[in-house]
Structure formats: C-alpha cells, structure tokens
C-alpha cells in the first residue's frame, strides 16, 4: 500500500493530517491519517488514508484518528466526510461501516479501466449528536 502515499500527500497536507504515535516503540508510529479539506468542495473534507500498525489493530485507535479530524473538519466548516477504497479490502469496509458511512459500489472504473472502488460517505452531523 506504499503507493497509496507518495510524498506528496505529506508535503502538502500534513496540516489536516495526523499521525499517532507509539512512545513504546522504537520506530515510534502507531497509525496515521492523510486527510484534507476538499478545495472544490467547499462543505467536504477527504480522507485519503488511514493506517494502523498492525499489532495495534482492533484497539480503537483508527476510530480515534477519524473522531479527530471529524472534529477538524467540522472546525473549517465542513459537513460530509467522504473516502473510498478497493472492493477487496474488507476490513476498511466493515471499519467505514462501524464509523458510520454509507457505503455504494463497487463503482466500476471508478479510478481508471478496471480499477473499481467502494465510495464511503459520512454526514459530520453539524449542530447535533456525533
Ligand atoms: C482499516 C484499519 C485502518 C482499521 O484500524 P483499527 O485501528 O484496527 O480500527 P478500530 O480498532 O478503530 O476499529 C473500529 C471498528 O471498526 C470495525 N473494524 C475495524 N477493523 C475491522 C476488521 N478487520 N474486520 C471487521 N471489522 C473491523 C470494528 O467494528 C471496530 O470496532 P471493534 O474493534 O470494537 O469491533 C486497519 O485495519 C488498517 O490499517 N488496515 C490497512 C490499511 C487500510 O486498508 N486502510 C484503509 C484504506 S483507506
């Protein structure tokens, strides 16, 4: 999955990204997120990767990650979360699904000729219940 994030993505957005980290471990990084405010869409925020050391899984910690930038985005204004991903990557789905979004797909072609995609989207609930 390293190609899911070419630098690009840290060099300029790692002011709506986060990163956890895991002051027990030598390397340090228990999970990240790569996330932004949609230039196009000016009531969306995009969440572009999230990932969880393996041996930290199922511990909660990417729920703690989206719940953070949720609280981001709705500070800039945003009101719908939005995020795609593979077909075959069932724990992202069934992870999505725990965090609230619909899910639709897959959408064919959707990233390019055979290149299908879930599309998962999340109202931020402004002005109510999270
Ligand atoms: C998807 C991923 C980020 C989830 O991280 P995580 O820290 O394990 O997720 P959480 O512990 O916060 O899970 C929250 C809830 O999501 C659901 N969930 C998470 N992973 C799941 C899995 N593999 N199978 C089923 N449900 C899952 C559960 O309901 C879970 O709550 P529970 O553990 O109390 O049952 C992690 O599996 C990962 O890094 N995968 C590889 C990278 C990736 O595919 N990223 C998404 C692509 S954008």
Redesign the pocket.
């Known amino acids: ?1 390293t190609a ?1 994030v070419p630098r690009l993505f840290l060099d300029h957005f790692h002011p709506t990204s986060l990163i956890a980290e895991d002051a027990e471990d030598a390397d340090g990084l228990g ?1 990240f997120l790569i996330g932004f405010m949609s230039p196009a869409y000016p009531d969306e925020a995009y ?8 041996d ?11 719940e953070r930038f949720f609280e981001l985005a709705r500070a800039h204004g945003r009101v719908r979360v939005r ?3 593979g077909p075959a ?4 789905i ?2 999505h ?3 609230g979004f619909t899910v639709r797909g897959p959408v064919p072609d959707r990233d390019g000729p055979g290149q299908d995609r879930m599309e998962f989207e999340r109202s931020l609930d402004v002005g109510g219940a999270a």
């Open positions: 999955m899911m999970g969440i572009h990767f999230v990932g969880v050391r393996p930290l899984r199922r511990g909660g910690l990417a729920r703690e990650l989206y995020a795609i991903t990557n069932t724990a992202s069934r992870y699904t725990a965090m």
